[in-house]
DNA sequence: AGTGTAAACGGACTACGGTCCGGTTAATAT
DNA sequence: ATATTAACCGGACCGTAGTCCGTTTACACT
């Protein structure tokens, strides 16, 4: 299903591979544990990988085999709310859910997508950093797209519905939006009622 | 006015202050020429500050203390077709400059910017990476929206034209131009077509 | 020319992300 | 229990952006 191939296996979850090592198992819990007591202290930005495994008592190398990058640390630490929220506009009640006409499901889908920044943008914005390439292609990006592009489809718009999803996206980009609400003070509310009035006149055009 | 004060102004050309030293002068030359050279060379990505502290004999403090950082040094190197291209659509000939409606001047701004990002995306890119909290208040970039904002007040749209300017802002954002370009091989055409279809139908609505 | 000084210089230094590789250890087979 | 081995570990190392500060130098004034 998307839900699971879209975002990050958890490797204590993978099925198949060779069962973990314990000194593995016990230093990913203690990276977790510690990365997400870092966040939480000093705000995701000012965390350091070096101070990532210093807390952790892990060398350097362990928490870079471990996420990668430290996008993929970020990604990691968000990957459960990710979930959740893909679950609500996958599987969840409408409006945000199946149920509800492409329009209202759009206008949801943003509200939801800025209430979602409010509270994790930090941490999405981390994600995003420093990924120049894979910035626009990482799993959860790609499915928010195809999920607009869809509703787009179902509205009855068929002119290039994959690149009108991209412009929408734009719009909600965790980093374009955290800027309107942190350095403009702009409210979410704000936000969103902007995104009601771009969709509602895109689609009511025809 | 905006032209003057809103792109980086040359430090040859300040008035008022001290006169510029002759070793600066010939430093500051030097410099240009060889960020010029390597650009062109290796392309602006693997352009390292040491690199062309190294090509201008010049030493590294020299190099920051001129352009702030390498994003500023990229915003050096941009602007002279920076301000050719504000130029064009402040004073010059319609559709893009002062003259033709509101949409067709929307649709002939997207299109430019299409074009500009296609010959100078890579440097804009550099410009605006490593630059988390400016990156959205660069002086072009307050320009680009504040035009765009302009022209949807023109077109009668007064439901927080701000609001809407940035979301158009954000689909025309090089580094996404660009990767749509680049990475997903979609023609200039294609977005600019694209664009037309979402301002059109943005402005028809009412 | 000589002198004072503020500006400019330059390279050593730091911080950080990311890589590498020789040593270690947990699981498995005997 | 011992041997084997593949995965894992950790910290030394690298490249790069950006800072700092003691030294040099262009300019102005006498």
New interface residues.
């Given amino acids: 299903m998307f839900l699971v191939s879209l975002i990050p296996i958890r490797p204590e979850l993978r099925l198949g591979a060779p069962a973990e090592r314990s000194d593995a198992a016990r230093n990913r819990e203690r990276l977790l544990q510690a990365a997400k007591e870092l966040v939480s202290e000093c705000g995701a930005d000012a965390v350091t990988m070096d101070m990532l495994a210093c807390r952790a008592k892990v060398g350097k190398g362990t928490v870079f085999r471990r996420f990668g990058s430290r996008a993929g640390l970020m990604m990691t630490l968000l990957s459960d709310a990710e979930a959740e929220f893909q679950r609500r506009f996958i599987f969840g009640p409408p409006p945000l859910g199946p149920g509800a006409p492409p329009l209202e499901r759009l206008i949801a889908f943003g509200e939801a997508r800025i209430k979602y920044v409010e509270e994790y943008g930090e941490l999405a914005?981390a994600a995003a950093?420093h990924s120049?390439?894979n910035?626009?292609?990482a799993p959860p990006v790609v499915l928010w797209h195809r999920h607009i592009e869809v509703l787009l489809r179902e509205a009855g718009l068929d002119?290039?519905p994959w690149?009108?999803a991209?412009?929408l996206s734009?719009?909600l980009?965790p980093?374009?939006v955290l800027?309107?609400l942190k350095?403009h003070q702009?409210p979410a509310e704000?936000?969103a009622?902007?995104?009601r009035?771009?969709v509602?006149?895109?689609l009511?055009?025809d």
């Fill in positions: 914005r950093e120049p390439q910035r626009h292609d002119r290039d690149l009108l991209l412009s734009a719009t980009d980093e374009r800027h309107s350095v702009i704000r936000l009622a902007s995104w009035e771009l509602s006149r895109l009511k055009a």
